[in-house]
């Protein structure tokens, strides 16, 4: 199925999943490009069995997301995997949910009551549900906390998922690409932004 997904433009990736490290390698041999949210919802990286973390670390072609909100992922974790994919393959991801932009930050999912506290989104029982993350405050924890450079941690949030997606003109400032751009303070805090070309 991978394959034919491939086959027809489908760009594959691998998440909320229970494959062991020798499927997950047969997946990247039949086209999987890319990882979801690296490390959660996924068979973990161990000694003895590498799991899917283990083979997304490995393979030196895949995309690896990584929620960058500082409940999902330690900080030295996203740099460990940082150092280890090839540089590009490490893209920030949200998971955001509807909490983010909203002034309500508690919402229902699936019947469920998911309660935010200091950022933190979890279910009654203390399961985390997505995050409360936007890109800018992304950006902002890989730089802060991971210890990577600034330029880096942006091209995490820009030009890497372009490349995951196979956009030819989105991802990076550049003669012939599509004008998209935000404009940013010293605090991240965004002051203007452009889609196409045309300021919102």
């Known amino acids: 199925m991978i394959k034919r997904l491939v086959d027809a433009g489908v760009v594959v ?26 490390f ?3 068979t973990p990286f161990t000694s003895r069995e590498p799991g ?4 997304a670390l490995e393979d030196a072609n895949s995309f690896c997301g ?3 909100d500082g409940y999902h992922v330690h900080p030295a974790t996203i740099k460990v995997a940082h ?31 998911i309660q935010c506290t200091n950022g933190k989104l979890t279910t009654a029982t203390g399961t985390l549900a997505g995050s409360d993350l936007d890109m800018l405050s992304a950006v902002k924890n890989t730089y ?8 880096e941690a942006i091209r995490m949030a820009s030009e890497y998922p372009a490349a995951m997606m196979g956009e030819k003109h989105l991802g990076k ?21 452009w889609i196409n070309g045309s300021e919102r």
Do not use: W
């Open 13 to 38: 990736a691998a998440g909320h999943s229970a494959a062991n490290y020798e499927q997950t390698k047969s997946a990247l041999t039949a086209g999987l490009s890319s990882f979801t949210h690296l």
């Open 40 to 42: 959660n919802a996924m």
């Open 52 to 55: 899917m973390v283990g083979a």
């Open 66 to 68: 990584i929620i960058a």
């Open 83 to 113: 150092q280890a994919k090839a540089k590009g393959k490490c893209v920030l991801v949200t998971d955001a949910m509807p909490s983010v932009g909203s002034a309500d930050k508690n919402f229902m999912l699936n019947g469920e009551m």
């Open 144 to 151: 802060k906390t991971s210890g990577i450079a600034l330029e």
């Open 173 to 193: 400032l550049a003669a012939g690409n599509t004008a998209s751009m935000i404009l940013i303070d010293d605090d991240f805090k965004l002051v203007r932004s």
